[in-house]
């Protein structure tokens, strides 16, 4: 069975290079960064992408504190 396709609401947002969307779930929107599916139930279009946005800067710190890290266990 083929996973259930939910209709896009308002426009894909690029951000750092990942795709932001929003989809309906009944009277909710659901929040996609890349095609992967968010945590939690959200109110419109701006707060799925806002989501959308915190996660990928979440991302993005904890990338960076990892290099940090890396880098002073190699000294």
């Not at 929003?22 to 095609?35: F, I, K, Q, S």
């Not at 799925?48 to 266990?73: F, L, S």
Request: proline share 5%; aromatic share 6%; hydrophobic share 35%.
């Amino acid at each position: 069975m083929p996973p259930l396709e939910r209709k896009q609401v308002g426009p894909t947002e690029t951000y750092h290079g990942r795709k932001l969307t929003a989809r309906y779930m009944g009277p909710d929107v659901l929040g996609y960064v890349d095609d992967m599916e968010l945590s939690g139930f959200f109110l419109d279009v701006e707060a799925a992408h806002a989501a959308g946005r915190r996660h990928v800067d979440a991302e993005i710190k904890a990338a960076e504190e990892a290099a940090r890290k890396n880098e002073r266990t190699r000294a």
